[in-house]
């Protein structure tokens, strides 16, 4: 886990700045989870997680379903 620390602080904090009247602005990122344990929010079909910071959202992460994935791709066959 060391060793991911410092690319994942860099990943979800590299586009967070300062804005010149002190407001902080950030560009909200995504990625996709296997695991459904990490996405405990359910809207609709759509199972995803969020880390916030302060209380503005800067990561979602989205579950998909691996054999749904895995089955709509072998009908593209």
Same mark, same amino acid.
């Given at each position: 886990?060391?060793?991911?620390?410092?690319y994942?602080?860099?990943?979800?904090f590299?586009?967070?700045?300062?804005?010149?009247?002190?407001?902080?602005? *950030? &560009?909200?990122?995504?990625?996709?989870? $296997?695991?459904?344990e990490?996405?405990? %929010? @359910?809207?609709?079909?759509?199972?995803?997680?969020?880390?916030?910071?302060? *209380? &503005?959202?800067?990561?979602?992460?989205? $579950?998909?379903?691996?054999?749904?994935? %895995? @089955?709509?791709?072998?009908?593209?066959?």
């Open positions: 886990m060391e060793l991911a620390k410092p994942f602080y860099e990943v979800i590299d586009k967070i700045f300062k804005l010149e009247n002190g407001r902080v602005r *950030n &560009k909200i990122k995504y990625t996709f989870t $296997y695991d459904i990490l996405t405990p %929010i @359910q809207k609709g079909d759509c199972r995803y997680g969020v880390i916030n910071l302060g *209380n &503005k959202p800067i990561f979602y992460y989205c $579950y998909v379903d691996l054999q749904k994935a %895995i @089955q709509f791709i072998k009908q593209l066959e």
